[in-house]
Nanobody
Framework: QVQLVESGGGLVQPGDSLRLSCVAS????????LAWFRQAPGKERSFVGT????????FYADSAKGRFTISRDNALNSVYLQMNSLKPEDTAVYYC???????????????????????WGQGTQVTVSS
């Protein structure tokens, strides 16, 4: 069992940066690949990015490429989402998720499908507005 707790959300202006954190409880943290998803009001949950158990492999949604960076510190049981150049369309509740298994699947469809992630945090609100 893995419990995930996100933090770091808030209200920022367009162009600002924000760093989200997610701390996991439980053992064998590096046995799980992790991901960030987001859900805007009235929309489905969408994939942001994922990182392998070792942290060596990352994969991002097109909307996140070049602006967002996922990292993890397995010694601290933590994963992070650094978000730069934020836009109003980034406004959403951001969720941390953990999958069974540490290796990134070859299929991007599998990587990005929320149904392939077993454990979820409660979410943290990010609002980008002037």
């Amino acid at each position: 069992q893995v419990q995930l707790v996100e933090s770091g959300g808030g209200l920022v202006q367009p162009g600002d940066s924000l760093r989200l954190s997610c701390v996991a409880s439980g053992s064998n943290f590096d046995n799980h690949r992790l991901a960030w998803f987001r859900q805007a009001p009235g929309k489905e949950r969408s994939f942001v990015g994922t990182i392998s158990g070792t942290g060596r492999s990352t994969f991002y949604a097109d909307s996140a490429k070049g602006r967002f960076t996922i990292s993890r510190d397995n010694a601290l049981n933590s994963v992070y989402l650094q978000m730069n150049s934020l836009k109003p369309e980034d406004t959403a509740v951001y969720y941390c998720a953990a999958a069974l298994g540490a290796v990134q699947p070859a299929s991007s469809r599998i990587r990005t499908d929320p149904n392939n992630y077993r454990y979820w945090g409660q979410g943290t609100q990010v609002t980008v507005s002037s």
